[in-house]
């Protein structure tokens, strides 16, 4: 069983920059991928974001590309998510995915 706790989020205004951070513990090897998903004010689903593989392959939703970068240290099991030039619409819960299991999610409010 793998267990992930988010951390880093918080409120920023439009235009700045946070990292998040997912630290994974359990069974979690270097070759899982880490995803990052967020759930919107009155969303039901929560949308993906961006994955990073074992080999360090990234992958991003369009909505974040050249804004969002995803890194993983495989030393510390922790996986990040640095975001820069926020925008409102930014504005969700952010939930960190691996190995099928989720964590509790970090609060990220952009104001304008």
């Known amino acids: 069983q793998v267990q992930l706790v988010e951390s880093g989020g918080g409120l920023v205004q439009a235009g700045g920059s946070l990292r998040l951070s997912c630290a994974a513990s359990?069974?979690?090897?270097?070759?899982?991928?880490i995803s990052w998903y967020r759930q919107g004010p009155g969303n039901a689903a929560r949308d993906f974001v961006a994955?990073?593989?074992?080999?360090?392959?990234?992958t991003y939703a369009d909505s974040v590309k050249g804004r969002f970068t995803i890194s993983r240290d495989n030393a510390k099991n922790t996986a990040y998510l640095q975001m820069n030039d926020l925008k409102p619409e930014d504005t969700a819960v952010y939930y960190c995915?691996?190995?099928?299991?989720w964590g509790q999610g970090t609060q990220v409010t952009v104001s304008s």
């Open positions: 359990g069974s979690i090897s270097s070759g899982n991928a």
């Open positions: 995915r691996a190995a099928g299991e």
């Open positions: 994955t990073i593989g074992g080999t360090g392959r990234t």
